[in-house]
């Protein structure tokens, strides 16, 4: 089971419930804070050529634009929570930070477990927007601010490339065009299979993998929107619907027109 929520009133926040399946096993990174929760089961996470293993209450914090990969160890007993949060909002409320290459995680007590879920099933509720704002700030303050120094701190060393970052840059700018490994190796005057090494030590994926989820993220946000699906695919370069179908299931496990009936 995989179910998403989001308030039109109060368009900030998303979650996302996932019971017994795979959400997304391949590499990929969120344009949001991404606050996971571990409900039962367990997983490895990996990022920055590392993997970490997690368990039933633990907290982990991901930054935007960090690429991970998240397998569990069982589907017969695996359920997680995920909280996507918008960053801008975040660091204008609490004027904090994270780097890119920063993952914070928490292992919870019993009550604070307790109390985190409820707390998120009243942000589920049909309530006013106040009321909604004022549970996911005390949520923050109480998990993340008031926790910082109890998160165990996972770094990484990402030797940044002022090329490559300008290729990634390109990348972003040019979303609905197609990438080309010659066209990019063009632009930064890097040799393509030298730039396709150096872009994947920095990133994790492909430039063509990159691009494909930044495509996924602006489609999420259209559909939420409730914009119609195939002018979507259009503005986002994809070559027919049923493309744009097949590329978002990857990433999601839902269908286009499934994940938008989730906020009408």
């Known amino acids: 089971m995989l179910s998403y929520y989001s308030d039109k009133n109060f368009d900030i926040f ?27 089961g367990g997983t490895s996470a990996r990022f920055e050529n590392k993997t970490y293993n997690f368990t039933a209450k633990d907290l982990i914090i991901f930054p935007p634009g960090l690429v991970h990969c998240c397998n569990p160890y069982s589907l017969e007993n695996w359920e ?30 019993k009550g604070e477990y307790l109390r985190l879920k409820e707390n998120l099933l009243f942000l589920e509720k049909r309530v006013n927007y106040i009321s909604k704002k004022k549970c996911l ?28 970052k300008r290729i990634r840059k390109y990348i972003e700018d040019n979303i609905n065009q ?13 040799s393509k299979y030298h730039l396709m090494r150096t872009f994947k030590k920095m990133y994790k994926v492909s430039p063509l993998t990159y691009q494909r989820n930044l495509r ?9 929107e409730g914009g119609d699906i195939s002018k979507i695919a259009v503005s986002l370069g994809y070559y027919d619907q049923s493309h744009f179908t097949n590329e978002f299931k990857k990433f999601s496990g839902t269908t286009p027109d499934d994940y938008r009936k989730e906020f009408k």
Request: one cysteine or more; a positive charge.
């Open 14 to 40: 998303e979650i996302k419930k996932c019971l017994n399946v795979i959400q997304s096993e391949k590499p990929h990174f969120h344009h949001e804070l991404s606050i996971a929760l571990i409900d039962s």
């Open 216 to 224: 996924f993220n602006l489609a999420k946000k259209g559909l939420k």
């Open 80 to 109: 997680f929570t995920m909280v996507y949060l918008d960053y801008e909002w975040v660091k204008g409320i609490f004027k904090l930070e994270f780097k890119e290459n920063e993952v914070f995680s928490y292992k919870l007590s």
């Open 178 to 190: 197609k990438v080309t490994l010659d066209k990019l190796s063009n632009i930064s005057g890097i």
């Open 137 to 164: 700030i005390a949520i923050l303050k109480k998990y993340l601010i008031q926790n910082m120094r109890k998160f165990n701190d996972i770094r990484s060393d990402l030797l940044e490339k002022d090329k490559v």
